[in-house]
């Protein structure tokens, strides 16, 4: 079946800091999102990316299909970016997972001042 | 904008006992789905279903199972509660697009004793 493999488990940030999340997975994509979470909270999309290169002010996704990877990039985090980031992929369709979404463990990620 | 809720919130129940989960939507969503969050992991699918009175199993099916009364309505039923199923439970809703997300509800946290 489908596998998502995201690094780090865990990140710790010292504020101002520049971080980049990897999602990694293992089959033909549709499309690939990123969402945060906070503790006991529940999940914002961040990114709705299937390929190449988005940006929406200090967040930068970039899907390569072919590397079969997908990343995040925070820069200057500040402490409100706290929370767990979770990569989800959505199958093609001929791999009986279209729309529906294999999730990634996720990375915690604490900003500190 | 987008709205998905769930009730209740939190709940403790006996092993072997009967919990209904339930999920409304306001988005006119086609898609709807639960999923399971364990601490420290990432989301697992559960049961989805694209129309009402009709449902699909997903990932992790046993042990649970689902009801779609209506578009808005999507309700997750365990019928013998099990220790192992003490969790967040999330509910989902989205429309068949090449554009569309997954808007998440808040989740309810199940314990089972």
């Known amino acids: 079946g489908q596998q998502v493999q995201q690094s780090p488990t865990s990140l710790v940030l010292q504020e101002g800091e520049n971080a980049e999340l990897q999602c990694n997975f293992s089959?033909?994509?549709?499309?690939m999102q990123w969402f945060y979470q906070r503790p006991g909270g529940s999940l914002i999309s961040v990114f709705y990316?299937?390929?190449g290169t988005k940006q929406s002010g200090r967040l930068t996704s970039t899907t390569v299909i072919k590397e079969r990877r997908s990343s995040l990039h925070i820069s200057s985090s500040q402490i409100t970016d706290s929370g767990t980031y979770l990569c989800?992929?959505?199958?093609?369709?001929?791999?009986?997972?279209?729309?529906?979404?294999?999730f990634g463990a996720g990375t915690r990620l604490a900003v500190c001042p | 904008e987008a709205a998905v809720t769930q009730s209740p919130r939190s709940k403790v129940a006996v092993t072997g006992g009967k919990v209904t989960l339930s999920c409304h939507q306001t988005?006119?969503?086609?898609?709807m789905y639960w999923y399971r969050q364990d601490t420290g992991h990432g989301l697992r699918l559960i049961h989805y279903?694209?129309?009402?009175?009709?449902?699909e199993k997903g990932d992790i099916p046993d042990g649970y199972k689902a009801s779609r009364p209506s578009q808005e309505n999507f309700s997750l039923i365990l019928e013998l509660a099990s220790l192992s199923q003490t969790a967040v439970y999330f509910c989902?809703?989205?429309?068949?697009?090449?554009?569309?997300?997954?808007?998440f509800g808040p989740g309810t946290r199940l314990l089972v004793l």
């Open positions: 988005n006119n969503h086609d898609y």
């Open positions: 989902a809703s989205s429309d068949l697009g090449d554009q569309d997300t997954q808007y």
């Open positions: 989800a992929m959505e199958g093609g369709m001929l791999s009986g997972s279209f729309n529906k979404l294999t």
């Open positions: 279903s694209y129309v009402a009175d009709s449902t």
């Open positions: 089959t033909s994509l549709n499309s």
């Open positions: 990316n299937p390929s």
